[in-house]
Every structure is written in C-alpha cells, then in structure tokens.
C-alpha cells in the first residue's frame, strides 16, 4: 500500500493530507473501498477503519520477525 502526503481533486483550498491509495487497497481489500459517481467521474473512497486491523496485524507480524533475528543474533 502507498501512503502519500497530497490534496484532495474536491478540495478547493489544495490542502495537504497524508492518504492511501484507494487502488491499491481495492487490490487487496476491495470492501473498504467505495465508488460513486460525481459529475461523471467515478471518485473512489476509503473506509480507513476497515484497513486498521489490517495493519495492526502487519505490525504484529512484523515484530515477531524482527523478535526472531535478535534472538538469533543473540540480543
């Protein structure tokens, strides 16, 4: 997943906010992704709460890795 520092296309003000990439969590998690037409455009949203367990399971992940080569470094 990419995560991105940019502005919202119905923002008018171009103010900056950190986002993901709705594509790419359509490609692994397509429920949270919406899609609704606006002005003829398809406009993709994000139900970010539904990614959260998502990633807490990623970092869970990779702690345990991380766990497992200091132990074999021996730290």
């Known amino acids: 997943l990419r995560a991105v520092i940019g502005s919202y296309k119905s923002d008018e003000t171009n103010a900056k906010h950190p986002f993901l990439i709705a594509q790419d969590v ?17 406009v993709l949203g994000l139900a970010y709460t539904d990614v959260i367990p998502l990633l807490v399971a990623a970092i869970k992940d990779l702690k345990a890795e ?10």
Do not use: C, R
């Open 26 to 42: 359509q490609a692994v998690l397509p429920e949270a992704v919406s899609a609704n037409d606006h002005d003829g455009e398809t």
């Open 66 to 75: 991380v766990d497992s080569l200091k132990q074999q470094l021996g730290k």
